[in-house]
């Protein structure tokens, strides 16, 4: 695939580095792209099964949740039957998380200020250092600490000064395997709070936009919270929180990602709009390529244009692309015509230049 657009991001924001299982997060590593289980992680069967398919998509972190000890102790069989990096997700439990790390998991996402209290806290952060896995701090704007009804600040600011509260909690104990989420629903308040903490602290931050919904309105605003983060340079691991199957996380992350260029990840598909030029059923077709495209891991980008006129030179930066008319279709490679389909076959045309490629 040829070199991004010229077009530069803001200089990403380097933080400090830390490491998840083999997997690093910020300092200048790639972003990198986590989802989360939703099987019973009791069911260790069925929460392998789905990591092992998370794997397949690409996904380089996993997050299961943790709502007691016979999950914390399941997590001992889950991590010997995947290969990326596992992470529990614990509230309100201190025993959990020392049950998990007994479990061998690479990391944690909690809230040090609601697992118990000072001497419970200092338990599991002893443990986590003595194990270098670090601790997620995830604070949602859902489930921020009460408000003080003499002093009126916005939700992005208490945001910020809840997780600082946390941050240096975990200082206290000379622990600095920190990472940092500060999720809402609200892309503006999200947006707000990362911008703001960026500037405050070293570590990496986690980023999202909590409770997104539906992959037909999730993947919108996690794109538009998410992209413009990333687009500020700040963000060193995304998760995409969709109701769905998780695999549609793991590739609407990409998706960002290679929408700002910051990771090549498989095919970008560029297709034409259709407008009253077009003489084919270029939705269809371009359903069908992407379709197809689903099942190749190479970085090509591909183009499905709806005319032969104008075709070839809107997808002039396309590898490989097809400008269909009626009952003929031209390929182009590099944005020059290579070759002329006559007939319908144009489905089978460009998915043996892809092939090729
Ligand atoms: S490529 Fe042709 S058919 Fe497609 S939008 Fe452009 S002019 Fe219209």
Same mark, same amino acid.
């Given at each position: 695939m040829k070199k991004p657009a010229e077009q530069k991001?803001?200089?990403?924001?380097?933080?400090? @580095?830390? @490491?998840?299982?083999?997997?690093? !997060?910020?300092?200048g590593a790639p972003v990198v792209v986590q989802s989360m289980t939703n099987t019973d992680t009791r069911d260790i069967l069925s929460t392998i099964k789905q990591i092992k398919e998370l794997e397949e998509a690409d996904c380089e972190l996993i997050r299961v949740a943790v709502p007691d000890m016979e999950a914390a102790q399941a997590l001992k069989k889950i991590k010997k039957g995947i290969?990326?990096?596992?992470?529990?997700?614990?509230?309100?439990?201190?025993?959990?998380?020392?049950?998990?790390?007994?479990?061998?998991?690479?990391?944690?996402?909690?809230? %040090?200020? *609601?697992?118990g209290d000072h001497e419970q806290i200092k338990q599991v952060v002893l443990a986590a250092k003595e194990r270098a896995v670090p601790i997620r701090i995830g604070l949602n704007a859902g489930s921020l600490p009460k408000e003080d009804s003499n002093v009126k600040k916005p939700v992005f600011q208490r945001m910020v000064d809840a997780a600082l509260e946390q941050v240096h909690l975990l200082e206290s104990l000379d622990f600095d395997l920190i990472k940092i989420s500060l999720k809402a629903f609200d892309v503006p308040t999200t947006i707000a709070a990362y911008k703001s903490i960026a500037e405050k602290i070293p570590y990496p931050l986690h980023i999202g936009i909590t409770e997104a919904g539906t992959p037909r309105t999730g993947i919108i605003r996690s794109s538009v919270g998410i992209g413009t983060l990333l687009y500020l340079g700040i963000g060193d691991t995304i998760r995409v929180s969709l109701t769905a199957d998780p695999k549609e996380e793991v590739v609407a992350g990409y998706e960002i990602l290679k929408s700002l260029n910051l990771r @090549?990840?498989?095919?970008?598909?560029?297709?034409?709009?259709?407008?009253?030029?077009?003489?084919?059923?270029?939705? *269809?077709?371009?359903? @069908?390529?992407?379709?197809?495209?689903?099942? !190749?891991?190479?970085?090509?980008?591909?183009?499905?244009?709806?005319?032969?006129? *104008?075709? %070839?030179?809107?997808?002039?930066?396309?590898?490989?692309? !097809?400008?269909?008319?009626?009952?003929?279709?031209?390929?182009?490679? *590099?944005g020059k015509q290579i070759g002329v389909v006559e007939g319908k076959g144009f489905l089978q045309a460009l998915m043996g230049e892809i092939e090729k490629f």
């Open positions: 991001l803001a200089l990403r924001r380097v933080s400090k @580095q830390i @490491q998840i299982g083999d997997v690093k !997060i910020g300092g290969k990326i990096p596992l992470i529990a997700d614990i509230h309100f439990d201190y025993r959990l998380a020392l049950a998990a790390l007994e479990s061998g998991v690479d990391g944690f996402r909690l809230n %040090p200020g *609601n697992i @090549q990840h498989g095919p970008i598909l560029v297709s034409c709009p259709t407008c009253g030029r077009t003489e084919v059923d270029i939705i *269809n077709l371009a359903q @069908q390529v992407e379709a197809e495209l689903q099942k !190749i891991k190479k970085p090509i980008k591909v183009a499905v244009m709806g005319c032969v006129v *104008n075709g %070839p030179g809107e997808a002039k930066d396309a590898d490989v692309g !097809i400008a269909c008319g009626k009952n003929r279709g031209i390929l182009f490679k *590099n």
